[in-house]
């Protein structure tokens, strides 16, 4: 008896003939006895006794004509220590801060076993105890388990149990009085349904304020929905809920509907109501006919199945117990009487298919669906005649001893069979569970959550055997760890089964289990920043080995305001600390901001969650606690907004404009973008900042999708544009259409509001799509394993029988064998770099499919024949993991400037206005407006004359900025086309703002496009946001935003580069030097981003004398409303462009190049330049430096000092290019998104002449 896959004690063996019933006698303790087949027995016993004693569960089985005995997992004479219990928290009363995260302990045990016999007992029965390893060195383990099952608000004692040789002893005991998470009734006052014909809208109200729980709606299935779905109206003081759903044409009549506030199903009629719909079509109503099926398969576990279905009313949706296909399934015929296709993984279990939403059930498996032809429905591969335990052979493991210590291991497992099909499917799951419990599962069949981590064995035809590629994660668990061999996802072999040739152990000296977790939390509140209220807290977020990887942070507001925040680690992965801000603007209403979710993953994807609501999960969960060091603290997440001037405003924002486009979509075509903007207004109070509304689109059967606002455009604060993009799911909302609901805007009085599908079409705005289908469009859905020595890969999807060909970055693949309409075989591949994410799709005729990324996966290194098995891995040196945590400091001595000018956060400083610069010592200087420049959109800005009181020292600065070019390349980055912007039409937009328009024409004459440029002057710190981030123009900045509509690019792999030139130009020049830089640094210098807390930019530095130019060019951009990286390059002596730069001691010049990926519908970046003072000059050692003449070896001037103090600075901001589609019925006013962007430009060959 070994620990398994499922984190039990198990046992297999094979018997000669039927099993006819349960064996009896002498079995013991906590049991499940499975039959595998017939003839193959897998007995199993929970993870530990339940008990005192730690004897093993079970010696003998008694059957009615044979015994099996077993012998002992744990060993009488094993003493297992306990030492160093830490309880968290370590007091007696404890309020919980989210549902059933329960107070936790840790302990270090020199245990042997993988499988421990501890156990919990809670005042006096032992029930499930929940614990887990998390680390391990040195032989010895750290364990953490929960306490959990606690009677609320009553004392309860836990005495903790381990081995003492052939008893359990108490090793420790302590008393909780745990009160639940505080989670307020919501009472519902009034309900109402509705049916209009095929809409059901549903309306109820409460007076009590909503408390973020999710609300549950029953129709055939349970779906859930979060906040701000449903919320027409509400704040502190209760709320209103009007949402609209849609019913198919015909249901069975009537159907029941029911709906909760508090868990799955109405307790009682203060927390739901149950109604009745009717069929909107009052047609017969009946089942389908199933009248056939066949099964191909395609590779490893994946079949293709076909199978042909009539019925009387339109399928819209295919099911089976794990996945929603709907109507795109349809290969051949029509919707009421046609074949249709679905992808089939035997390794999950598929127990039956369905048509329409549990409307109509077709064959579940086993069961004949004819009567005719006594066809049953049997899922492949059929494997009855293979004799698994006795026709394996040659079994072997290539290294009998794997290293994970700081780097990951790879190892092959090899095996024959006497008797089997080389094309069978067979995985290899190498497992130990996250968690223990002392618990068993009725039904043992491959874990949903680990399929991932499954690996399909192949057939090696070099050494005609089965082998087995796999991996281990670095710094995973020591010692021998289980696997098992499945066939189907309920069909498999135990590797204790397998024998000794089979067994390796694993070395793993630097053991982490455990994702990261907060040490330490200061709260900020209510600090006072220019016209906004700075709300948040500082998170030390700790991994001490793996080291942190991201993850993400939800804040919610009790007004209705939802901010998700992204952390992206900085250089210091082991512990740093995380600003997670909120901006509160003034006016607003008091409330209470609250941390409701959190996600954070390490290097080697170890997690740790939290969330207050833990509807699906049990106390297991808590082991997962982020929060660990702070249980104690109920209220750690949440701070109280105590606003600067309190206003109360109980009327929501109102929605004045909603544009869609398009009306209709083709759901099955490779064209499935949805664009949805609308203008809100709330003349009171204003919209509030930040708080994002959400858009929904909703078909049949409870389904739906979300819309997020990523582009926001602030007319002021009472009026703002919305607009989001969707790409729909291939098949949903066919053949009903799409309802559109927009919910979640919120004011700064503490009101939120919303407006269902029927407030749209009440107040005349677009409220539905409608949608069509048609066969034939070649998407991909899928796409097979394919390792770096390149080969041949499977494509999945719709459509892609005739397909042509594939492209693959630049390499063009053959299909060289095609499955149905939903599989080809592509061959033909290159070699392929590891860990490098590649992509790739098809061509058929005219019509090309979407992209789909993939990365191959690694070759085990060393491959010697299973003749030659090695006994041990090539030895490693590992990486030695630093014992203290390196602190990165920041720039400046002191740090940032000194303690009234910035501080130091993640490696980078974050400035107090008015300083700004990479250490805070450069100065904000409020400079004039430039003069409006009616030809074309170049500005120059000039700064006034110094106060020096040496006139040589004194000088002006001048900076010019200059679109110069747009240019197509290919995927070798070679120029394909290059337009030149010339003459521009000029409008005015208001004092401060200008137009500019001018197009693209090729070499025929013939415009293939229009580019719009429009500049905008902040004359005060201005916050505006960017890809749902938060950025903040100063005073004194120029912005510059660029638009391309419907550019024709040659095809997908082409991207365009825009060009862009700044000068920086001094009136002094003799004595003075010039130099430029570009770089790559990980944090933006003084970014005020707190969604994204870190990420990598570029940085130009363009620098005269003790003046620079300071630009940040972010790597990432929208593309089509999807946030992805994009990549900035300085262009230097380029042949294809005739700008000449020329620079001198005291003019310099660069020319930038913003690289777009190719895009549908636009895309915007986000560069940002501005000009500063620096401490010290420019001088012959600085980077690229240029002198002139007579300077005197660039030496620093005594009066630099003087210049620092009374110098000047200014802020000009440049280009956020968005390039989009655009739409000719758009009655939506295109104002683009604001952002910070600094720029002081270029090209002023005459500037000397003018002094």
Known sequence: MQPDIFGLLSYQFQVGGLISNYPSGGITGYNSFNSLMTNYVYISFSSGPKGDTPKSPSTHFVFSDFTVSLGEYYNNTNVDSVTNIKRFPNVQDVQLMGKSFVPLFTFESDTPYLIPSFSLMVISSFLNFYFRPISKKNNITTFIGAYGYMDSGLLTNYTFYAQHQSISTIRDTFSFNIKEFEKNLIPINTNNITQINSWLIIDFSSTSPYDFTPFYITHLSTKYYKFPFGFKKGGLGGYQYSATFLLPDVISNPENISFSTNSFFKSSDSD??????????????????????????????????????????????????????????????????????????????????????????????????????????????????????????????????????????GNILYFNYTNLDIETPINLLVNLPEYFANQIQSTVILPEVYLDNSVPAIWNSTINMFQVEFFLPKNSLPGKIPFALFFKNDLFILGQSLGPNAEFNVISENCDLYGPIFENIIKISNTISGDFLLVGWNLTISDPINGFAGGYIVIKGTDGSIYNKTIIPTENIYSDTYFVSVNISSPCAKHNLIITDVALFDTENNNSTFSIFNEYEGFYRSLFNPFINFIGDNSINKISVNCITEAIDDTPPKIISVYVDPKEIDISSNLRDVVIGFNAVDSESGLKKDALPMVYLSSVDLDKIECPIINVTVIDKFNSLYRCTVNVPLGFGYPYGLLISIY???????????????????????????????????????????????????????????????????????????????????????????????????????????????????????????????????????????????????????????????????????????????????????????????????????????????????????????????????????????????????????????????????????????????????????????????????????????????????????????????????????????????????????????????????????????????????????????????????????????????????????LIGILIPYFRNYSTIDPDFSVIIDNQSSSPSSPNSICSQTSNSGLSKSSLAGIIIGGVAFFLVIVICIIYFLYKTNPVPFKLIKQRIFLGCFISKNFKSKY
């Not at 059929?382 to 004799?387: A, C, H, R, S």
């Not at 794997?402 to 990951?408: Q, R």
């Not at 494509?795 to 390499?811: C, F, H, M, Q, R």
């Open 744 to 1150: 979640g805007l919120v004011n700064n009085g503490g009101t939120f509001g919303g407006y269902s599908t029927a407030d749209l079409k009440e107040n005349g705005f677009p409220h539905s799509i409608n949608t069509t289908f048609a066969l034939g469009y070649p998407i991909i859905e899928g796409v097979g394993r394919i390792s770096t020595l390149g080969g041949e890969i499977w494509i999945t999807g719709k459509g892609l029988l005739g397909v042509d060909y594939a492209i693959l970055e630049s390499n063009k693949l053959l299909v060289s064998k095609t499955i149905g309409n939903s599989a080809i075989l592509l061959t033909g591949i290159p070699s392929l770099t590891p860990n490098t994410k590649y992509s790739i799709f098809v061509v058929k005729g005219a019509y090309i499919s979407n992209r789909i990324d993939f990365i191959p996966y690694e070759k085990v290194i060393g491959s010697p024949s299973p003749t030659e098995t090695p006994s041990t891995t090539p030895s490693t040196t590992p990486s030695t993991t630093p014992s203290t945590t390196p602190t990165i400091k920041c720039s400046g001595t002191p740090e940032c400037g000194g303690s009234l000018k910035g501080y130091c956060n993640s490696g980078n400083c974050v400035c107090f206005s008015p300083w700004i610069g990479v250490d805070c010592t450069s100065k904000i200087i409020l400079v004039e407006p430039p003069r409006v420049n009616t030809s074309d959109p170049s500005s120059e800005i000039e700064t006034p004359i110094s106060n020096s009181s040496n006139i040589k020292e004194a000088a002006v600065y001048k900076s010019f900025v200059a679109l110069i070019a747009l240019r197509e390349l290919d995927f070798n980055d070679v120029v394909i086309n290059q337009y030149y912007f010339s003459k521009w039409l000029f409008s005015e937009i208001s004092p401060l703002s200008s137009k500019y328009i001018t197009n693209i024409t090729n070499n025929d004459g013939k415009s293939i496009s229009q580019v719009t440029a429009i500049t905008e002057w902040f004359t005060k710190e201005t916050n505006i946001s960017f890809g749902g981030s938060d950025l903040t123009m100063n005073p004194s900045s120029l912005k510059y935003t660029i638009s391309i509509d419907s550019y024709p690019f040659r095809d997908k792999l082409c991207r365009l580069e825009l060009l862009m030139s700044a000068s920086f130009t001094s009136s002094k020049t003799d004595d003075i030097c010039s130099s430029q830089e570009f770089t790559t640094t990980a944090a933006a210098a003084n970014s005020k981003d707190d969604n994204e807390i870190s990420g990598g930019n570029n940085y130009l530095k363009i620098q005269i004398g003790d003046h620079s130019m300071f630009a940040r060019f972010l790597k990432r951009g929208i593309i089509d409303d999807k946030t992805i990286t994009v990549d900035n390059r300085q262009i230097i002596n380029d042949d294809k462009t005739t700008s000449t730069i020329e620079n001198s001691g005291y003019h310099s010049s660069a």
């Open 272 to 409: 739901g109501f149950t109604s009745f719909v009717k069929s909107p079509n009052q047609a017969p109503y009946s089942a389908p006919v199933y009248v056939d099926h066949k099964f191909y398969h395609i590779y490893d576990s994946f079949y293709l199945l076909l199978f042909n279905i009539k019925h009387e009313s339109p399928i819209y949706k295919i099911s089976n117990n794990y996945r929603d296909y709907f109507i795109t399934t349809l290969s051949s015929g029509t919707d009421m009487d046609g074949w249709f296709e679905m992808i089939v993984d035997t390794r999950r279990k598929v127990t039956h298919i369905l048509t329409n939403q549990f409307r109509y059930f077709v064959p579940s498996i086993d069961r004949y669906y004819s009567s005719i032809n006594l066809k049953p429905f049997k899922i492949p591969p059929i494997l009855d005649n293979i004799d698994f335990f006795n026709e394996i052979r040659d079994v072997s493991i290539l290294y009998k001893t794997m290293n994970v210590t700081n780097s990951k291991a």
